[in-house]
């Protein structure tokens, strides 16, 4: 495994870009492939994002000031790419966003790649009634184990808020959960 | 607060459990890198192969790109004489209209000036006290012959002998007559 220091000189030198971003992608494909499916909940979609994502990181490579760490920055791209898949679905099916999140989240029991109980699919009933960014917060801590910290540096938003939006979203999955008991 | 989120975490967890239920293709992850490339490879390379040039078009290129020039600039000074005609063209028209109607603005005041009945006798005496010094004997010839022109318009061949004689044996003659004795 490469560190992310070299693999962003790597990344940014034209001799290595090619060698470098296979690297890169064997590295955080998973993790990121997790993250976007999460949101966008259909695995072909989560593909479509998920290579959208590595495509705009290899074009992008250059601009990224190295503020932050490589794998927030990724983060970054694959949540802003996933919400905007989500809000172009809702503006062609002409429905909220939110309304999107419930059609998908009913659609799971007939996708070939869920295999999730019934309780699972009210949990994701339940998230798909939370806002976006409560959405994102539930993912990244309940499923994905992230800290404060690094959801902070992903999402750019104060370790206070984050905790905030972690305990409303955590209070109206508890509440969505009891009510369909 | 803390307390109250581990609660509703703990519950969530209990019911739920940490795994979503949403599964991949078999070695979906294994080939994932080879779809990026590819994909990668065809958007970068899309434009390149999209547009074609003709065989010999970097051949002569600066000799071409030159006589352009050369013929653009010729145009541009039969140009500029044309654009200077058109400039030239409203302009004069605009200054026919504003002629025309400054002359017509200007008579139609003239007229309505030429009523003598308005002007009071203090008026004139005003005038002739104030440009005693710019009317000289010319100017008083003038307005004498004006004066005997006018007496010559007066018609008296419609004052026909009856009027005389009506006019002769007024009462006016003998009034004037008693004042003098």
């Known amino acids: ?181 | 607060m803390n307390e109250d989120k581990l609660n509703s975490e703990n519950f969530i967890y209990q019911k739920v459990g940490k795994e979503s239920g949403f599964t991949v293709s078999l070695n979906y992850f294994e080939e994932i890198e080879n779809d990026f490339s590819i994909r990668l490879f065809q958007d970068e390379n899309i434009k390149k192969k999209s547009f074609e040039i003709p065989s010999d078009y970097f051949d002569n290129l600066e000799g071409k790109i030159t006589r352009k020039i050369e013929l653009k600039q010729r145009k541009e000074k039969l140009i500029s004489f044309k654009k200077l005609a058109l400039k030239i063209i409203p302009i004069s028209a605009a200054a026919s209209i504003i002629l025309f109607i400054g002359v017509n603005s200007f008579n139609y005041n003239k007229t309505n000036l030429i009523d003598f009945s308005s002007i009071t006798n203090n008026e004139i005496e005003n005038w002739l006290m104030n440009n005693s010094n710019s009317i000289n004997d010319e100017d008083i010839n003038s307005l004498i012959y004006d004066v005997n022109s006018l007496d010559d318009d007066l018609e008296f061949t419609y004052i026909d002998n009856l009027k005389i004689e009506d006019y002769i044996y007024t009462d006016y003659d003998l009034i004037i007559i008693n004042e003098l004795y």
Not at chain 1, 88 to 94: G, L, N, W
Request: positive net charge.
């Open chain 1, 1 to 181: 495994m490469i560190d992310e220091v070299t693999l962003v000189k790597q990344l940014k030198n034209k001799k290595n870009k090619d060698a470098a971003f296979r690297d890169l992608i064997s590295q955080y494909k998973e993790a990121l492939y997790w993250h976007i499916r999460k949101i966008v909940i259909s695995h072909d979609d989560a593909n479509d994002v998920l290579q959208n994502t590595f495509i705009k990181v290899f074009k992008n490579i250059d601009t990224f000031k190295e503020e932050s760490k490589l794998y927030s920055w990724m983060y970054r791209i694959a949540s802003n790419e996933s919400l905007t898949f989500i809000k172009k679905r809702a503006k062609e099916k002409k429905i909220d966003i939110t309304e999107v999140y419930i059609d998908l989240a009913s659609n799971l029991q007939s996708d070939i790649y869920f295999s999730g109980d019934e309780i699972q699919i009210v949990l994701q009933k339940a998230i798909a009634t939370l806002p976006p960014k409560q959405k994102l917060v539930f993912n990244m801590k309940y499923y994905d184990d992230l800290k404060y910290n690094q959801i902070s540096e992903i999402l750019e938003t104060s370790v206070g808020s984050l905790k905030a939006s972690y305990f409303h979203a955590v209070k109206k999955i508890e509440n969505f959960i009891k009510k369909t008991d």
